[in-house]
């Protein structure tokens, strides 16, 4: 049998690359006939993950991390009908059995089935469900037939590895946040945020054809990177008001439809540029979007942050100026991205070379053993997307 490592994460700021257990089709003490054990081909760091390694959530030590996989299927269960061993494979961050009532309904971020704790799973990811995550060598992946999404040719696949790798989480996802505010052919969208998800939703934005997106950020080598792929873009560290750059562009101050690819950690605007405000990005997008507009939040909100600014923050209770989203007849939605309702057709989209997204998200591959250091370099604000190459064979 094979010898299995994967990042660790130990205590605050702190991971490691140790050995761990090579994966069984296992789920307890019940054998797993329905699920197959992949051979990690790349899996990816994620903001998500930043946020457990800062010691922004409630993770355990010990926690195996990673929840965007793309791997070889060297082992199936039993009554695995639809994967074949060899199998090139992406694998939807969110856990999901393909059973219950919101599988069912297209609502596969929200699984009745995959976590005794609370509605929804993902690989290696703290409060849901304790499956062992998937930056690593070798990772078991339950109801495989539901889960993963076979790529049609292996050699294609590998070619274009640092495109499709983004079909697990952030490409979905930014997508999904672009859909959910009602970006179409015409519209003028923004989107706070330009790291790895912003820049996601910002290119998918130009594949559904928005007129003009504009991103904020306060990184300027994530601005840059932004500007590369044809958007425009707000420095939210400037003194003037995000209603005013967005003018400035547009000739009038508000958008069609804005995106939340910040979440939690939100920091404030202008001279508050090095304050934690939460709320700054939900209050800010509810000022700059038309009346009847629509507000998509892919960026992730918890129920517990230790290091939450007050007492209020720690339990997610943010102050919200929901009065104004209400007069103005905004819409809103939030939550995981159901990675199943898109990946194919965004697979589709990168293997006609409809989009370029690994170049847009400068999308960078390193080994396993450096990713401590991908770690530290994206929270140092790297305007990279960090894809670990475990077995060495997107280098080869």
Sequence with gaps: MASNKGVVYLKPGVVEV????YPKLALGKRKCEHGVILKVVTTNICGSDQHMVRGRTTAPAGLVLGHEITGEVIEAGRDVEFVKKGDLVSVPFNIA???????KEGKTGICLNVNPARPGAAYGYVDMGGWVGGQARYVMVPYADFN???FPDRDEAMAKIKDLTLLSDIFPTGYHGAVTAGVGPGMTAYVAGAGPVGLACAASCHLLGAAAVIVGDMIPERLKQAKSFGCEVVDLKKRATLADQIEQILGEPEVDCAVDC????ARGHGTEATVERPATVLNSVMQVTRAGGGVGIPGLYVTEDPGGVDANA???M?????????????HFHTGQCPVIKYNRQLMMCILHDKIKIAKAVNATVISLEDAPKGYK?????????FVIDPHGLVAA
């Excluded at 140790?18 to 257990?21: A, L, M, P, R, T």
């Excluded at 910040?262 to 950690?265: K, W």
């Excluded at 943010?318 to 905004?330: D, F, N, P, Q």
Aim: charged share 30%.
């Design 18 to 21: 140790q050995s761990i257990d």
């Design 97 to 103: 059995c393909g059973r219950c009532r919101n599988c």
């Design 148 to 150: 993963v999404l076979k």
């Design 262 to 265: 910040v979440g939690f950690e």
């Design 314 to 316: 720690k339990i997610g």
């Design 318 to 330: 943010l102050g919200i100026r929901i009065g104004l989203g209400w007069a103005k007849s905004h």
């Design 377 to 385: 370099d994206f929270d140092k604000g790297a305007a990279k997307k």
